[in-house]
Nanobody
C-alpha cells in the first residue's frame, strides 16, 4: 500500500512537503509519480521520478515550483511544493511501478488534502 502524508492548509505563496511511503512493498526499485485531483475534476499528473532519482518530469503547471525527490533507503518519495497557488488545491496522491512512464502506474495510493487559501 502507498500512503501520502504532509498535506494541510497553507496560504498562497507558502510551502508544503508531501511524503509517500510504501508498506508491504518497497518503492526503491520503481519509478514513482505524484498526481492530484480537485473536486469535480479529473486526476492530473503532477510529477514523476525514475527509480534512482536520475530523471524527473513535471507538469507545466508546477514546473519551477515543485520538486520531486526520493530516499530509497527509506522507501519514500517526496514532493516539495513552493509558491503554492489556490489552484493547487486538491487531493494529492502518489503512484509507483510505472506502466507507461511518466503518466501511468500499476499502483495508486491514498491521498492527502492540500488546501491553498488566497
Amino acid at each position: 500500500q502507498l500512503q501520502a502524508s504532509g498535506g494541510g492548509l497553507v496560504q498562497a505563496g507558502g510551502s508544503l512537503r508531501l511524503s509517500c511511503a510504501a508498506s508491504g512493498r518497497t518503492l526503491s526499485t520503481y519509478a514513482a509519480g505524484w498526481f492530484r485531483q480537485a473536486p469535480g475534476k479529473e486526476r492530473d499528473f503532477v510529477a514523476a521520478i525514475i527509480w534512482n532519482g536520475g530523471t524527473t518530469y513535471y507538469a507545466d503547471s508546477v514546473k519551477g515550483r515543485f520538486t520531486i525527490s526520493r530516499d530509497n533507503a527509506r522507501s519514500t518519495v517526496y514532493l516539495q511544493m513552493n509558491s503554492l497557488k489556490p489552484e493547487d488545491t486538491a487531493v494529492y496522491f502518489c503512484a509507483c511501478e510505472s506502466t507507461d512512464w511518466p503518466y501511468k502506474y500499476k499502483y495508486y495510493g491514498q491521498g492527502t488534502q492540500v488546501t491553498v487559501s488566497s
